[in-house]
T-cell receptor, first 113, second 113 residues
Framework: NAGVTQTPKFQVLKTGQSMTLQCAQDMNHNSMYWYRQDPGMGLRLIYYSASEGTTDKGEVPNGYNVSRLNKREFSLRLESAAPSQTSVYFC????????????FGEGSRLTVL | AQSVTQPDIHITVSEGASLELRCNYSYGATPYLFWYVQSPGQGLQLLLKYFSGDTLVQGIKGFEAEFKRSQSSFNLRKPSVHWSDAAEYFCAVGARSDYKLSFGAGTTVTVRA
């Protein structure tokens, strides 16, 4: 059982380039999330999808877009990468929204030069 | 909006000694409260959670936490730490009305032999 799978695990971009982080879960969860983790700041919510067909902004959505492609997949897109977006990105899913346990992927480390 | 403070950035503890990690939250009503653990290079794993009822909750790996409404705290404890407990620990608070989970900045635990 793979759980939550994120790709790629590592990526280096130049300022202004675009890229998409992919996330897929095989637990039939309704809710999916994208977080970024920066030293000393914990995890901050970028976007979430409470259920298939819906997406909402989190705490730090600027510079990002998301797509809930189907129940399994939730992608995060950086249209024009900036050095401030250098971070580790985590995708997570939950069966029952705010009450539920979040299951995390292993993270994607992104460096923007 | 809810917020979380973890006052201790780094704690060093001897193997076999007890451990207590502090967490203070800000939220107007009774929140959902969580502790997650992150091993190096990994995603986060749920240790325990509090929704309602008994204020002392038991989790995995021998951890427990106590919800104290009067102090707006949810401190994590373990009576006797093992070298494998070396990790980063995150407290998180969720509002019952939405899907946004707010994480603290984390506490790094080092276990010395």
């Amino acid at each position: 059982n793979a759980g939550v799978t994120q790709t790629p695990k590592f990526q280096v971009l130049k300022t202004g380039q675009s890229m998409t982080l992919q996330c897929a879960q095989d637990m039939n969860h309704n809710s999916m999330y994208w977080y970024r983790q920066d030293p000393g700041m914990g995890l901050r919510l970028i976007y979430y999808s409470a259920s298939e067909g819906t997406t909402d902004k989190g705490e730090v959505p600027n510079g990002y877009n998301v797509s809930r492609l189907n129940k399994r997949e939730f992608s995060l897109r950086l249209e024009s990468a900036a050095p401030s977006q250098t971070s580790v990105y985590f995708c997570a899913s939950s069966e029952s929204g705010p009450r539920g346990e979040l299951f995390f992927g292993e993270g994607s480390r992104l460096t923007v030069l | 909006a809810q917020s979380v403070t973890q006052p201790d950035i780094h704690i060093t503890v001897s193997e076999g000694a007890s451990l207590e990690l502090r967490c203070n939250y800000s939220y107007g009503a009774t929140p959902y409260l969580f502790w997650y653990v992150q091993s190096p290079g990994q995603g986060l794993q749920l240790l325990l959670k509090y929704f309602s009822g008994d204020t002392l909750v038991q989790g995995i790996k021998g951890f427990e936490a106590e919800f104290k409404r009067s102090q707006s705290s949810f401190n994590l404890r373990k009576p006797s730490v093992h070298w494998s407990d070396a990790a980063e620990y995150f407290c998180a608070v969720g509002a019952r009305s939405d899907y946004k989970l707010s994480f603290g900045a984390g506490t790094t635990v080092t276990v010395r032999a």
